[in-house]
C-alpha cells in the first residue's frame, strides 16, 4: 500500500497542466479573406506583434495572452458564429473585433446575451455601441471625421469651386450609410451639390452612366463613399470623362495604397485617418515593426492601415484591463472575470499608437484626425485635428 502511494505520488508530481491551460485568451474576428481583406489583412500582423511584444516582457499576472482567430470572410453573419465560438468553446475573455461596422451589428447582438467584450478595430459607422453594455471601439465616428475632413477642405484644400458630388456602392453597408448623410454634411459646410448621391453596384463594370450625370458640371470636390478598389474604378472613369474634381473620403478608404491603388487617378485625393505613421518615435516603432513583419508573411504594404494601428492598441487595452482586474484566466471564474475586464474598460487610460485611448460614456473612443493628401504619389501630412476628451 505505501509503495502504491508512492507510485501514485511519483505520477501526480510529473503530471502538469499544458502551457495554453494557463493562457488568458482573446478571440480575433477578423476579415482576412473577402470584400474586406485588402483593408483587413494588416489585423492579424498588428495584433501578433502586440502579443508577442507583451509575453515577452512577462504576460499579464504572470500568464501569457493567447489568441483564437476566426476569419468571416468579410460576411456578416459569421461575426456572430465567430463570438458564439469564441465565448462558448474557447473561454475567450474578451475579443478583438468583428470587422465592420454590418458584422459589428451582428456580432455585438450575440455579445450582448453571451456577456462578452467586443472592441473592433474598424467598425467605424455612427452610433454602433448606443445603449449597448459589452461593446466597445477603438475606432471614430465616421461623420465626426467626415466633418473634420470638410472643416480642412475649407481652410487649407485649395478647392475654390465649392460644388461636390458623391457616389457609393449601393450594395454595401457602410456605402450606402455613409451616403445617406455625406451630402447633408457637405451642405452644411458650404459645397452646393451638383447631383444627388449615386448608387451603383459593387460589380458594376461600366460607369460611364453614373459619371455622366454630371452633365458637364465638373464638381470641386468628388466624395466617395467606398473601399479603394471601388474608388479606383470611379477615378478612372471620371478622369476619361474629362473631370478634375478632388477626390475626398472618410476613413473607409484611408488606405495607406490608395496612391497606389489610384496611381496618377489619385493625384491630390484628400482623405481621413486616425492614424499617422510620423508623428512620434513610437508610431514610427509600430511602423517599422509592421512593415518588417508583414514582409516576412508575405505581404506588400505601403504601412499601416489606422485599423492596423487600433488592433495593435486594442491588444494592449486588454492587457491593461485584465492586469488591473486580476484576471486568473481560470475556466471556473469565466463569467466573472469578463464582467471584471468590462469594468475595467470603462476607466481605461492607455497611450497608444493612435494615441491616448479612453471611452465615453457609450464606450467609444475618442481619436484624432490626421487629414492626408497624395502628392507626387506620396502620402503627405495636410493637417490634424485633436480629440474630443472622453466623458
Known amino acids: ?27 480575433l474576428t477578423h476579415a482576412k479573406t473577402g470584400r474586406y481583406a485588402g483593408v483587413g489583412v494588416g489585423t492579424e500582423i498588428a495584433v501578433d506583434i502586440a502579443v508577442a ?3 515577452a516582457a512577462g504576460g499579464v499576472n504572470g500568464r501569457k495572452i493567447r489568441v483564437e482567430k476566426f476569419d468571416t470572410g468579410s460576411e456578416a453573419r459569421n461575426a456572430q458564429v465567430a463570438v458564439q465560438r469564441f465565448a462558448q468553446d474557447a473561454n475567450a475573455l474578451g475579443v478583438i473585433g468583428p470587422f465592420s461596422s454590418q458584422e459589428a451589428q451582428v456580432g455585438f447582438a450575440a455579445g450582448e446575451r453571451l456577456e462578452i467584450v467586443q472592441i473592433p478595430n474598424a467598425a467605424s459607422a455612427p452610433g454602433l455601441t448606443k445603449n449597448l453594455k459589452w461593446a466597445f471601439r477603438v475606432t471614430e465616428d465616421e461623420g465626426k471625421q467626415f466633418a473634420r475632413l470638410l472643416k480642412t477642405m475649407g481652410e487649407k484644400g485649395g478647392v475654390s469651386n465649392r460644388t461636390a458630388a458623391v457616389m457609393f456602392p449601393s450594395d454595401e453597408f457602410v456605402g450606402k450609410s455613409l451616403a445617406g448623410w455625406m451630402p447633408n454634411l457637405l451642405e452644411s459646410n458650404g459645397w452646393k451639390m451638383v447631383i444627388p448621391a449615386e448608387g451603383f453596384p459593387t460589380n458594376a463594370t461600366d460607369l460611364s452612366p453614373h459619371i455622366t450625370k454630371l452633365q458637364g458640371k465638373t464638381p470641386g470636390v468628388f466624395a466617395f463613399a467606398g473601399l479603394p478598389e471601388g474608388t479606383a474604378k470611379v477615378m478612372k472613369e471620371l478622369r476619361r470623362q ?25 493625384e491630390g485625393a484628400t482623405y481621413v485617418a486616425w492614424y499617422w505613421w510620423d508623428t512620434n518615435e513610437r508610431t514610427r ?13 508575405g505581404v506588400n504594404k505601403t504601412g499601416a492601415h489606422h485599423v492596423d494601428a487600433s488592433a495593435y492598441d486594442i491588444v494592449y487595452v486588454y492587457a491593461d484591463a485584465m492586469k488591473r482586474a486580476n484576471v486568473t484566466g481560470e475556466a471556473a471564474k469565466i463569467k466573472a472575470e469578463r464582467l471584471a475586464i468590462r469594468e475595467s474598460l470603462r476607466t481605461t487610460d492607455v497611450n497608444g499608437v493612435v494615441g491616448k485611448i479612453c471611452f465615453t460614456k457609450e464606450n467609444d473612443s475618442e481619436l484624432p484626425a490626421y487629414i492626408i493628401r497624395i502628392r507626387n504619389g506620396q502620402r503627405t501630412l495636410l493637417d490634424t485635428h485633436a480629440p474630443q476628451k472622453c466623458s
Open 1 to 27: 500500500m505505501k509503495m502504491r502511494k508512492l507510485l501514485l505520488a511519483g505520477l501526480a508530481a510529473c503530471i502538469t497542466l499544458p502551457a495554453w491551460a494557463q493562457d488568458l485568451v482573446l478571440g
Open 53 to 55: 511584444e507583451i509575453n
Open 242 to 266: 474629362g473631370h478634375n474634381s478632388v477626390l475626398i473620403g472618410g476613413q473607409i478608404f484611408a488606405d495607406p495604397d490608395i496612391a497606389k491603388i489610384l496611381g496618377p487617378d489619385g
Open 285 to 297: 516603432s509600430f511602423e517599422r515593426k509592421f512593415l518588417d513583419e508583414a514582409k516576412k508573411r
